[in-house]
T-cell receptor, first 111, second 111 residues
Framework: NAGVTQTPKFRVLKTGQSMTLLCAQD?????MYWYRQDPGMGLRLIHY???????AKGEVPDGYNVSRLKKQNFLLGLESAAPSQTSVYFC??????????FGPGTRLTVT | GENVEQHPSTLSVQEGDSAVIKCTYS??????FPWYKQELGKRPQLIID?????GEKKDQRIAVTLNKTAKHFSLHITETQPEDSAVYFC??????????FGTGTSLTVIP
């Protein structure tokens, strides 16, 4: 099993550009999450999904959109990137009320 | 919203000594408390978790204690080794959907 994978691993964007981050899991987990990790601030939840076709806002959703068209995939979109979105993004998946399994992360820089 | 505070932010111990990291939470409905270890440049990985119906849980050199009355939970690492050096995050959850993370503790074990 590959577990949780993320594409791409690194990306540099210019202010105003858009991009989509892809998260995939092969563990048949119902729940999937997108976090951002900034120095000194821990992991903050952006959006999450409790099943195919459902999404919900987390702690810091502004500037991001998500979609979960298939159970195994969870997409995070930035429509108009801003320097404040420079961060490391982690995807995670889990069964209900069970441990989260994290992907390897995507390092995004917005100039 | 929920607030998880984690202390200390940095901790240095001599090899073989014990390390203790403490977290406090605000939502009395929180019922699941995981601890994650993140090595430099890697993804967070679960090391131990505890549910609200249990006061203490041990796994070899690692233990977690929970005080629901005081709303705090702690990670205890005994007989520390250099490979324990990492950033440790606490988290809590009420619904199993959203997880709130502390800001992390950077542990250094000095050989």
């Amino acid at each position: 099993n590959a577990g949780v994978t993320q594409t791409p691993k690194f990306r540099v964007l210019k202010t105003g550009q858009s991009m989509t981050l892809l998260c995939a899991q092969d563990m048949n987990h119902e729940y999937m999450y997108w976090y951002r990790q900034d120095p000194g601030m821990g992991l903050r939840l952006i959006h999450y999904s409790v099943g195919e076709g459902t999404t919900a806002k987390g702690e810091v959703p502004d500037g991001y959109n998500v979609s979960r068209l298939k159970k195994q995939n969870f997409l995070l979109g930035l429509e108009s990137a801003a320097p404040s979105q420079t961060s490391v993004y982690f995807c995670a998946s889990s069964r209900r009320e069970r441990e989260q399994y994290f992907g390897p992360g995507t390092r995004l820089t917005v100039t | 919203g929920e607030n998880v505070e984690q202390h200390p932010s940095t901790l240095s111990v001599q090899e073989g000594d014990s390390a203790v990291i403490k977290c406090t939470y605000s939502d009395s409905a929180s019922n699941y408390f995981p601890w994650y270890k993140q090595e430099l440049g890697k993804r967070p990985q679960l090391i131990i978790d505890i549910r609200s119906n249990v006061g203490e849980k041990k796994d070899q050199r690692i233990a977690v204690t929970l005080n629901k009355t005081a709303k705090h939970f702690s990670l205890h690492i005994t007989e520390t080794q250099p490979e324990d050096s990492a950033v440790y995050f606490c988290a809590d959850s009420t619904t199993g959907n959203q997880f709130y993370f502390g800001t992390g503790t950077s542990l250094t074990v000095i050989p």
